[in-house]
């Protein structure tokens, strides 16, 4: 089982991101702890579909930080990195304004693979808007 590493925080992941696509986007972690992140992304016209409601690409985006996020802070020790090797998305509503809120829950805390679950809000009515699970896989230094 995976233990959350002391080395790494919401604000180190956020500083960390700032130039990557998360950071384009405005994905904000908020809160680590054992087996959960939560996350924020406040809506702006690029998240949007040509539809005017949100991109599912946003969402999944979020979810997936998200749990990425999570990942890193659960490697196991001596671990390199992870990669993504499967995600899927149920998308139950969307917003048009405000922010978001994601939270990912550890399913399975292996030492060759981890299991997320995601659950994206409506930030102000805390309404499901989308249910999200992946699969990483665990990078090991080669010998």
């Known amino acids: 089982m995976s233990i959350l590493r002391e080395d790494v925080s919401p604000g180190a992941l956020n ?11 405005g994905i904000e972690m908020l809160e680590l702890r054992q087996d959960v992140m939560t996350s924020r992304m406040s809506l702006k016209p690029l998240h949007g579909a040509i539809n005017g409601f949100l991109h599912a690409g946003s969402v999944v985006t ?9 990942t890193i802070a659960h490697l196991p020790a001596g ?4 990669t993504t ?3 899927k998305s149920n998308h139950l509503g969307t917003v048009r304004e405000g922010a978001v809120t994601c939270t990912a ?14 659950i994206v809000r409506d930030e102000a009515t805390g309404k499901k808007i989308a249910l999200f699970r992946c699969t990483q896989m665990i990078l090991w230094p080669k010998p």
């Not at 500083?15 to 986007?25: A, I, M, N, W």
């Not at 671990?79 to 992870?82: C, E, G, K, N, T």
């Open 62 to 70: 979020l979810a997936d930080t998200t749990c990425g996020n999570a």
């Open 85 to 87: 090797v499967e995600l």
């Open 79 to 82: 671990a390199q990195s992870f």
């Open 105 to 118: 829950t550890a399913q399975h805390l292996g030492k060759t693979t981890q299991v997320w679950d995601a």
């Open 15 to 25: 500083r960390d991101s700032q130039e990557c696509l998360p950071g384009f986007l």
